[in-house]
């Protein structure tokens, strides 16, 4: 099932396996300063989103992302355009 909290909680999953820090992973960590989460990183979760919804997700999204819910927001529009409304 696709909807918002889905693809918030995988987002949030993801990162808890990635993060080495103990801070708390919240949708508004910022994932670089918070997290400590290196570019390299981040191209590894986009490509998990990938892998788990099934859709291409333009590099450039990143640009303006600085936080899990961000990231879900500019998701949102990539999955709708396959899946339909969430």
Do not use: W
């Not at 820090?21 to 670089?32: F, G, Q, T, Y």
């Not at 390299?40 to 989103?49: A, E, G, T, Y």
């Not at 936080?67 to 990539?78: K, V």
């Amino acid at each position: 099932m696709k909807n918002r909290d889905a693809v918030m909680d995988y987002i949030l999953e993801c990162l808890r396996g990635m993060v080495t820090s103990e801070e708390e992973i919240r949708p508004d960590s910022d994932l670089v300063d918070e997290l400590g989460l290196e570019s390299i990183k981040v191209m590894d979760l986009l490509m998990m989103l990938e892998d788990r919804f099934d859709i291409p997700i333009p590099i450039n999204i990143l640009l303006d992302i600085r936080t899990p819910g961000q990231l879900r927001d500019a998701l949102l529009p990539h999955l709708e355009k396959t899946y339909g409304p969430l």
